[in-house]
């Protein structure tokens, strides 16, 4: 015979008198509350939700008419979970926003102990510099800035540039250890030239010497024509995985894992027509789609999608892709920590 799970027990005058006088000395009834604390799977106040690019956009750059980058330090629209409501988060662990960088504009060098990524949505000519050195971004570029690096952002270009922000920021500040720090002077030095951290790391090579890898990627830009060509000649196997297409991870060419140790980072080519089986992880996936359009059907709700639409997929959603036509989707993911922990489990679907 099969033993449910607790269920809340009566509350007796008797009992309801002896809890309020333990409260006295701050002990409260586990029995009271063991129902919430426990259940038969993930349960999330965060909900599936996408943000329209088109229907977001304007407020982005009217943003640029409020407020400088400089004063904003960080000019950011945040992409707040419906659910989550002021709490900054797209899940419960990870936080995501959309940054706009004008012609001109700098963002001033801090550094903080959450990690974070960029993931360029429209414009070039604006860089992000890690200790000075400078990664200048194109659209479906990836850059990212581990714990406690320097870095700040600036503009050498003539049009707009906007980047989509994941941070694990409300992990870290579930777990307590949140610094930050702002680099004391206006102007942080320049540092090693562009595309150093790439020769170092990112050839298929390392560093003469160098026999264990940090936790962080020493390569911090991960370029989309390289992403894209990569898939493109994966595509050409037809080796397809049923639900997710061709799905390949960004790693930390020094230990094959993860780019950074809460955040995993996925690009995937869904080919025209393609049709996913169901997919259900404790890990919670933000979507973003690069170019294309499809739809995901998530817990059996469809949600369309279009090239620059965000979208996210909170624990234990089930979902599937289809394509409308040959897609690309970027997804950045909480897998990589519960992991770690032991905790993560993918559902018995597909
Ligand atoms: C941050 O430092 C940046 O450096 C972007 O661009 C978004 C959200 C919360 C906390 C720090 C950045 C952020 C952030």
Redesign the pocket.
């Given at each position: 015979m099969s033993r449910a799970l607790h269920e809340k027990p009566e509350l007796t005058n008797a009992r309801a008198d002896f809890y309020g006088r333990m409260a006295e000395q701050k002990m409260t009834p586990l029995w009271e509350v063991l129902h919430t604390l426990l259940a038969e799977a993930p349960v999330t106040d965060a909900v599936p939700h996408k943000w329209d690019y088109d229907l977001c956009r304007p407020y982005i750059m009217e943003s640029a008419d409020i407020i400088s980058a400089e004063e904003a330090e960080?000019r950011?629209m945040v992409l707040e979970n419906p659910g989550l409501e002021e709490k900054s988060c797209i899940t419960e662990a990870l936080?995501a926003?959309l940054?706009l960088i004008m012609p001109g504009e700098v963002?001033p060098a801090?550094r903080?102990s959450?990690c974070?990524l960029r993931f360029i949505v429209e414009g070039t000519g604006a860089y992000t510099a890690l200790n000075g050195e400078k990664a200048y971004m194109e659209v479906g570029d990836l850059i990212l800035?581990p714990s406690w690096v320097w870095?700040d952002?600036g503009h050498d270009g003539d049009v707009p540039v906007v980047w989509l922000?994941g941070?694990d920021?409300p992990l870290v500040r579930h777990l307590g250890p949140v610094f930050a720090e702002p680099y004391p002077e206006s102007e942080f030095p320049q540092g090693r030239p562009s595309g150093d951290n790439m020769a170092r790391y990112g050839g298929n090579m390392r560093p003469f010497g160098e026999t264990s890898g940090p936790a962080n990627s020493p390569v911090f830009h991960y370029p989309y024509v390289q992403t894209r060509d990569t898939l493109d000649t994966l595509s050409k196997s037809g080796d397809i995985d049923a639900r997710h297409g061709y799905k390949l991870e960004y790693i930390n060419p020094t230990t094959g894992g993860p780019v950074m140790p809460t955040v995993g980072t996925y690009m995937q080519k869904l080919p025209n027509g393609f049709s996913g089986d169901v997919y259900q992880t404790t890990a919670a996936w933000v979507y973003h789609c690069v170019e294309g359009s499809g739809s995901t059907i998530i817990n059996g709700q469809k949600m369309t999608w279009k090239a620059r639409d965000t979208f996210v997929v909170p624990a234990w959603f089930k979902h599937e892709h289809q394509a409308d036509e040959d897609s690309f989707l970027f997804s950045f993911t909480d897998q990589p920590v519960q992991q770690k922990l032991g905790l993560f489990r993918e559902g018995e679907t597909g």
């Open positions: 960080r950011v936080y926003g940054q963002a801090h903080h959450p974070a800035t870095h952002h922000d941070l920021i």
